[in-house]
């Protein structure tokens, strides 16, 4: 049977290996190495090597805590002919398969681990809801000076309206009539609150109000997609709205309608026309998504456009070549050649080659043979400017004139 040597390890780039078959024995082979397959013709089963001893794939051995195996089912499942696992309905009375919790359990959270029945999770979820946040009434601040008015034993959640006179500052904390103060945690009878949020439910002076004539100081205002109407010239800033336009304007002011007519009418001196002859000094033409016709070689400047490819030390991205010298060029540059390798020493179960590019570009094709057979080999070839890199997996050194290199570009 034909075949071609592999040298080098094949990556498929994840993507599928069809209408393969492994390779048939009858005997495990000799020396193998550890993931190697194989096909048993006497025994029917395919085999591979995990470094010690071949293996039957598919062979399950009995499984313990240590070792991945098959299992015995017990008597709370059953497997039907076709492999089907039913398992046995679960009762509070069956440790180890599903124990429902008790709602005792559900309502606490002490049933970590354990299932709980719709009734039940709808039952924890509305209790914790209600319980996470509950208003208990007031708390006059006019005299106090700690947390003291608030009656204990608390719970975490609870709220309370501040009301009296403010603001006083409590705690680090500076509350007004209309706030909320909840409770961080539970304090019990006798105990000294010092866990509490503040929900600020005032009017600061510093809010900008709906309706009202107010004078704002460091503020942005983000209209988003709201409408600021009835912006006049005289409520910009002053220096934004600017009467002329010069060549020391800024991004940060806007000019007049009279003022950008102005400009307009004065720049049209310096103005480009549509018909005319004109001599540009110093512009820019940016065609953008415009086109620019008719343009000959003779319309370009004088050294722009060559009529040779010159060598690299004096060739010049600023240049043109014109499509005769280019061919030329091209037509002289080598195509082709060949080279044998030469005594290839191995280091890490690998040989390198190195080759002089010739074509001077890493934009070639490298073919490997055998000298002996003309026959084709894989290896792992990387290209650069002037050197090509071959790589060929070996556990020994390579003699001279085994390989054959065809370079083509």
């Known amino acids: 049977m034909a075949k071609k040597n592999v040298l080098v390890d094949l990556d498929l780039n ?19 190495v550890a993931g190697q ?20 794939v598919g062979y399950l051995p009995p499984a313990t805590t240590s070792t991945l195996g098959g299992v015995i089912v017990g008597s709370n499942i059953s497997v039907a002919s076709d492999g089907t696992i039913s398992v046995a309905s679960a009762t509070n009375a069956v440790a180890g398969i599903i124990r429902i919790a008790t709602d005792s359990e559900a309502s606490t959270g002490t049933a970590e681990g354990i299932a709980v029945n719709p009734k039940q999770l709808a039952s924890a979820i509305a209790s914790a809801l209600v319980g996470a946040m509950v208003y208990k009434g007031t708390w006059n601040i006019t005299s106090a000076s700690d947390y003291s008015g608030i009656t204990l034993p608390v719970k975490q959640g609870y709220m309370y309206l501040v009301t009296g006179t403010g603001p006083k500052t409590i705690g680090g ?15 019990a009878a006798g105990g000294t609150i010092t866990q509490v949020s503040k929900i600020d439910n005032t009017e600061s002076s510093d809010i900008v109000r709906l309706n009202a004539t107010q004078t704002l100081t460091n503020k942005t205002i983000d209209a988003d997609d709201n409408t600021i109407q009835d912006l006049a010239t005289g409520n910009f800033k002053s220096g934004v709205i600017v009467t002329s ?30 018909n005319g002859t ?9 065609a953008d998504d415009n ?3 008719d343009l000959a070689v003779a319309n370009f400047k004088t050294g722009v456009v060559q009529t040779t490819v010159r060598a690299s030390s004096s060739a010049l991205d600023t240049c043109l ?17 060949t080279a044998v390798n030469p ?19 890493a934009d070639v094709i490298c073919s490997i043979r055998e000298v002996a057979t003309g026959n084709e080999v894989m290896c792992d070839i990387t290209y650069a400017a002037g050197t090509i890199t071959v790589k060929i997996n070996s556990a020994s050194n390579i003699s001279a004139s085994v390989y054959k290199a065809i370079v083509i570009g």
């Open 14 to 32: 994840k993507n599928e290996l069809q209408n393969a078959v492994v390779q048939n024995l009858a005997a495990a082979p000799t020396s193998p």
């Open 343 to 361: 005594s290839l020493t191995a280091s890490g179960g690998v040989c390198t080659w190195s080759i002089t590019n010739s074509l001077a570009s």
């Open 321 to 337: 070549a014109t499509e005769k010298a280019i061919a030329t060029a091209v037509e002289a540059l080598p195509h082709k050649f």
């Open 173 to 187: 904390i500076e509350w007004n009539p209309g706030d909320y103060i909840v409770m961080d945690a539970d304090v």
């Open 291 to 293: 086109t620019i016709q």
């Open 245 to 274: 336009v010069g060549s020391t304007g800024a991004d940060t002011s806007l000019p007049t309608e009279k003022a950008v007519r102005s400009a307009i009418t004065t720049a049209t001196t310096n103005m480009v026309t549509t």
């Open 37 to 56: 397959i194989w096909y048993d013709t006497t025994s029917g089963l395919i085999y591979f090597y995990d470094g010690s001893a071949a293996k039957a």
């Open 278 to 286: 004109q001599t540009l000094t110093n512009k820019t033409i940016d």
